[in-house]
């Protein structure tokens, strides 16, 4: 069984910020506010 992906949603754009969310474990990141076609795209990478 493949893990489940994770995606970040998150306000912060800041570098460090960002790669501490991949160090923290997450597969993908996406900035808020949040666009459609950019989440959708992330999913669809572990579809």
């Not at 076609?37 to 669809?44: D, N, Y």
Request: net charge negative; charged share 25%.
């Amino acid at each position: 069984m493949n893990p489940t992906p994770i995606i970040a949603l998150t306000a912060s754009v800041v570098d460090d910020d960002i790669q501490k969310c991949f160090d923290a474990g997450m597969d993908a990141y996406v900035p808020k506010p949040v666009r459609r076609e950019k989440l959708l795209h992330e999913m669809s990478n572990y579809l």
